[in-house]
């Protein structure tokens, strides 16, 4: 379980309003959807607010980019979930 300020960042009025509702927008997103959209939200929180991208990501509940996957384990994992785990 990751720690997120979104229910907070949802209610804050000093948060722009078309921030709050991308990342109001997120809570009812289905699970496998659900990062994509954070990611988005992390992004126009982060153009709205001019803090910086790892610090928004971390505010919706995501963790730091220098976490996130290199690009060829985040293709297999995609890979494994369109194929029913078989690898191609």
């Known amino acids: ?11 804050t ?8 509702v991308a990342l109001h927008a997120t809570l009812d ?3 496998d959807r ?7 939200a992390a992004e126009i929180l982060r153009r709205a607010t001019g803090i910086e ?3 928004a990501r971390e505010l919706v509940g995501l963790p730091s980019t220098w976490f ?3 690009t060829w384990i ?3 994992q995609s890979q494994r ?3 029913d785990g078989e690898l191609r």
């Open 34 to 40: 659900r990062p994509e959209q954070l990611e988005a």
């Open 29 to 31: 997103d289905p699970p």
């Open 68 to 70: 996130k996957p290199p």
């Open 74 to 76: 985040r293709f297999r």
């Open 1 to 11: 379980m990751t720690f997120s300020m979104l229910p907070l960042l949802i209610h």
């Open 81 to 83: 979930h369109h194929h």
């Open 13 to 20: 009025h000093d948060i722009p309003t078309h921030v709050r």
């Open 53 to 55: 991208l790892d610090d």
